[in-house]
C-alpha cells in the first residue's frame, strides 16, 4: 500500500510541475509582450548592426555614421580573426577612414546603440598600374543565408573570387548553386562548404570543386547562389577581367522580383551590357524602359525581352545609351534579378537593382574621393534630393537636386572646404517630402582615354528601423524564427 502511494504522489507531482512550467510559458509570452497583441507588427531602430569588408587585396577602410539627433552607442573596426581595433567612434554624423595592407584578415565592424542605425561601410581599392589595374569599390556586407550576385563568368574574367566570412562563434556551411546562359550549373560541387567562427575562407569560382568546378568555366556571365544550411555568412564577390584589363567587387543583388530599376549604367565609350536573370522554371516576358536624362524610352527592338527561366540573358545595350548616363527599368510577369556590365578605359564595373530611398532611409556612401558624382533617377514622379557632404573637418553646404519626372540627372559631388584628389568624404542623400520615388548609384572616376578607371556603387536605403513581427498568446511569440503575423 505504501509503494502504492508513493507512485501516486510522484505522478501528483509530476503533474503540478508541467501545470507551474506551462503557467510560467503563457505569464512569460504576456509579459514580454509589450501592450496588446497584433498581428500587424510594428518598427523599432536599430540598434545594433554588423558589417565585414573583404579586405585581403589592401585598400582602404572608410565608415560614414548618420547625422541624427539621438546620440549613443559605439563603432568598432577589428581584423575579424581578432586583434586590436584599427579604429572606433561614438558620435553620429562621424566618419573615418584607413588604409591597409594586403594580407590573410578580413575586417568586421560591429555596432551597438543609436550610432548604429543608418551606419555604411565600403572598402575601397585603387591600383594605379600592374596586374590588377584598376578602381574597385564595395559596400561591406551584411551576413544573410540566401544572397545572390549578378556579374561575370569565368570567360569574362580570368580570376572570380568568393569571400565568405562568418563572424559567428558556430560554424557556417555554405552551398553554392549558378545560372548562365546556357541554364542551371547543377552540379554537386560547391555543396556544404565549412566557414569556420571568425574567418575567410576564399573561394575561387571554376577553379576549385567548392567553387562550382569545371561546370563553370564556359559561362560568360552568372548568376550566383550563395545559401547557407547552417550558420549565416558575409559574402563579396571580386572579378579580374585580366592583367591590366580592371578590377570590380559585384555588387550584390537584391530578392527576385517582378518590378525593378537598375541605376548608374555609366556614360562614356566602352561596352554596356544588361543582365537579366530568371530564377524559376518559366520563362518570363520582361518590359524594358531607358531612363536618361532626356526621358524614359523603350529601345528599339529591345522593349520587349523573352528569358528563358533557370538562366541568365545578357542583352547589349551601346547603341540604346549612345554613352549617355542611363537608368534601365524592368517589369516583368515572373520574379528576375537584374544588373548591367560595363567597360571604359582600362577598367570594369558592374550594377545592380536597388529599392528606392526615402526621407527616413537615405542613401549614405563613405568613401567618395578623386571625380565623384551621383547617379539619381525619378522613374515616376518628380523629386526633390537633399544631397550632403561632410569629412573630418565638418559638414560642406547641402546641395539640392531637382529630378524631373521619367528623368535621370547627374550631380557631382564636392568635397567639404574644397578638399579633393585622394581625400575620403561622406556623403549623405536624402529625398525631400513629397518626392517620388527615387533610385539612386554612386560613380568614382580617375584618368582620362585609354588610362580611365572607374567603378559604381549602387546606393540602397540606410536602415534606420527594424520590422518585427506580430505576436498573440502563443508558444510560437517565445521561439525563435516564429510569428503569429506577417514580417
Known sequence: ??????????????????????????????????????????????????????????????????????????????????????????????GWDEDTKSGEDSFTLRATGAIAGGLEAEQTTHWGGGPDRGLAGARCAAPGTDLWFMGPGPVSADELDLY???????????DLSALSGEGPLDTTEGRGTPVEPYTTKIVRIGESAEGLGDIVKTAADLALRVRTSSGRVAASLRARAGKGKGIEWVPQSPAPATSLLVPGVPEGSGKRRLLVAVPGEADARITVRVITSEGSF????????????????????????????????????????????AERGADIAYGTATPPLRSTGPGIVADNRFDASVVLTAPAGAATVRVATMN??????????????????????????????????????????????????????????????????????????????GTADSQGALIPGQSSGPS
Open 1 to 94: 500500500m505504501e509503494k502504492v502511494l508513493r507512485l501516486l504522489g510522484m505522478r501528483y507531482a509530476t503533474a503540478a510541475l508541467m501545470l507551474v512550467a506551462v503557467a510560467a510559458l503563457y505569464g512569460a509570452a504576456s509579459f514580454s509582450r509589450p501592450g496588446e497583441a497584433s498581428g500587424e507588427g510594428r518598427e523599432a531602430p536599430v540598434t545594433s548592426a554588423v558589417v565585414v569588408c573583404p579586405g585581403h587585396e589592401g585598400g582602404r577602410l572608410a565608415v560614414q555614421s548618420l547625422p541624427q539627433k539621438k546620440r549613443g552607442g559605439r563603432v568598432a573596426m577589428t581584423p575579424t580573426k581578432g586583434g586590436s581595433e584599427l579604429a572606433s567612434m561614438t558620435s553620429p554624423g562621424q
Open 164 to 174: 565568405l566570412t562568418n563572424v559567428d562563434s558556430q560554424p557556417a556551411s555554405v
Open 298 to 341: 523603350a529601345p528599339q527592338g529591345q522593349d520587349i525581352l523573352d528569358a528563358p527561366g533557370r538562366s541568365v540573358t545578357a542583352v547589349a545595350l551601346d547603341a540604346a545609351l549612345s554613352g549617355r548616363t542611363a537608368s534601365v527599368r524592368l517589369t516583368a510577369d515572373r520574379p528576375i534579378l537584374a544588373g548591367f556590365a
Open 392 to 469: 573630418a573637418q565638418g559638414g560642406g553646404a547641402p546641395q539640392e537636386v531637382k529630378v524631373p519626372a521619367g528623368r535621370t540627372v547627374e550631380a557631382k559631388l564636392e568635397a567639404p572646404g574644397g578638399a579633393g584628389g585622394d581625400t575620403a568624404f561622406g556623403a549623405v542623400i536624402t529625398p525631400q517630402p513629397g518626392s517620388g520615388p527615387v533610385y539612386a548609384s554612386r560613380t568614382l572616376a580617375k584618368g582620362k582615354g585609354d588610362g580611365y578607371l572607374f567603378t559604381v556603387l549602387p546606393i540602397v536605403p540606410a536602415a534606420t528601423t527594424l520590422r518585427l513581427p
